[in-house]
């Protein structure tokens, strides 16, 4: 079966949708805009008829610009953003609360006393941004009927009317089973969802139903979160590997192989992604807000967008002395101290414009490089991916506080790119993963400009800030 296949990356802040093709790459491309809304105390949800309308209309507008019939379709998630729904009529019960979501908070407050066993049964630690305490508060606070879910189930169920999730998204509930990749009961018990109706888990590429949503019908053949997709569209199909994708958030992922590997770094232990009946796994690392954190400046004035970055953080040599935590949303990996405030100090009448935003680079730079030091492994060169990358002053400044090369992706869609090759697997059994992957040659390489006792030295004021909030704001 050789042909186009649709690619729908369903994101925070929009829905991107590729039709890709074996031969000739890229043909057709459609995106629409996500609204959330971010509310006070730290919430931020999204209507959930505007995600659904957004993957439709971006995956129309693709096809309609490619004008040639597709043999498939894959659609990747944001991974952590739940809703309730009624199953017998698709209809949302709830709005859709976004991974960056802190209302559960009391819910990881009230599982505390569990929170070691949660971490050794599913891999991830006692956080709000998991879905599982979403789930919960939703069934405490908002309603009982219908299923409750992360945003794949919902999105695939009104496309094809099944009801799945793959691998990879299940393990970013904190309800999965890490070493069986099946649901645990025990983790259910504990959120008070024993008595949940959870989807069937699928591997990543494999047919789960048909959707005339597009047009003619398309066979569904690939399911990723996200950052996993942009994982294998980045060819880190094996242990040593590792790419950090800048959108919204930073997420950072690491291959570690066919065991998921637990340990104390602080990062996440998630599944990569099953194929043919075989997990992969990874470990996972996040920023929550880049790209968020560049529009908050935005929307203060001092920048117009992202595509300001460089020439107005271009106008000075360095920060003056200005140290930006942009703890936008909370410190996630390695601290987990999701209820903290950022933090910009070091400011005086000669601050200006440009030292904010290289502050802001600096302070984005040095989480992904705490990030990376968590791997404990050996890590040659990074690979990046995502809209920010296109500054290369943040990619000089990644380069210069990891002390490593970044090589700043070509493909300025990794994520859907991903899911178009999950979904080409799943339509075209016994294709090697390698053969369905987009060449991988970087745009630009960033290499490391200063001294590794200059890259120390700033680091260290950065996590000296990070220790001031962290004192400011015990846990």
Same mark, same amino acid.
């Given at each position: 079966?050789? /042909? ?23 043909? /057709? ?165 024993? /008595? ?280």
């Amino acid at each position: 079966m050789t /042909g186009p296949v649709l690619s729908v990356d369903q994101g925070t802040s929009g829905t991107k949708a590729l039709v890709v093709c074996p031969e000739r790459g890229v043909i /057709g491309a459609g995106f629409a805009e996500v609204r959330p809304r971010h509310l006070p105390g730290g919430l931020v949800e999204v209507d959930p008829e505007e995600l659904y309308a957004s993957v439709v209309e971006a995956g129309r507008r693709a096809l309609a610009e490619a004008r040639e019939p597709v043999v498939a379709l894959g659609l990747a998630n944001q991974g952590e953003t739940v809703l309730a729904w009624d199953p017998a009529t698709g209809r949302p019960l709830t709005t859709a609360l976004v991974w960056q979501d802190r209302r559960a908070e009391s819910v990881c407050e009230e599982l505390a006393p569990h929170a070691e066993e949660l971490r050794a049964l599913t891999g991830l630690p006692l956080d709000p941004y998991f879905a599982a305490p979403k789930m919960a508060w939703i069934r405490r606070h908002l309603t009982r009927e219908g299923v409750v879910t992360t945003t794949d189930a919902w999105l695939v169920h009104r496309l094809t009317g099944a009801y799945v999730t793959d691998a990879a998204t299940a393990s970013r509930t904190q309800l999965l089973d890490l070493d069986r990749t099946q649901w645990s009961p025990r983790a259910l018990d504990l959120y008070g969802l024993a /008595g949940e109706r959870l989807p069937r888990i699928v591997g990543n590429a494999q047919p789960v139903g048909t959707t005339a949503e597009f047009g003619p019908e398309i066979p569904l053949t690939g399911l990723a979160v996200d950052q996993q997709a942009a994982l294998l569209a980045q060819r880190v199909t094996a242990p040593g590997g590792a790419k950090c994708t800048y959108g919204t958030g930073a997420f950072l992922l690491a291959h570690t192989g066919d065991t998921p590997r637990r340990g104390s770094s602080g990062l996440v232990s998630c599944v990569a992604w099953t194929l043919d009946g075989r997990t992969s796994y990874c470990l996972d690392g996040q920023v929550y807000t880049a790209a968020s954190a560049v529009q908050w400046l935005a929307e203060l004035g001092v920048i117009k967008g992202a595509a300001d970055l460089d020439v107005v953080g271009g106008s000075v040599s360095g920060t003056g002395g200005v140290t930006f935590v942009p703890a936008l949303a909370g410190l996630a990996a390695p601290w987990w101290r999701g209820d903290l405030r950022g933090s910009l100090t070091g400011l005086g009448l000669d601050t200006t414009a440009g030292h904010l935003v290289r502050a802001l680079c600096e302070g984005i730079a040095a989480q992904v490089a705490e990030l990376v030091d968590a791997l404990e492994s050996p890590l040659e060169t990074l690979r990046v991916d995502g809209g920010l990358t296109r500054s290369a002053l943040l990619m000089q400044t990644q380069a210069d506080l990891l002390q490593r090369p970044v090589e700043v992706s070509a493909l300025p869609d990794a994520t859907a790119l991903g899911a178009a090759a999950l979904a080409r697997l799943g339509a075209e059994p016994g294709q090697k993963v390698t053969e369905v992957l987009p060449d991988r040659q970087p745009s630009v390489v960033h290499e490391p400009r200063i001294t590794a006792d200059e890259a120390a030295d700033r680091r260290a004021r950065f996590r000296a800030e990070v220790s001031a909030l962290l004192d400011r704001t015990p846990a």
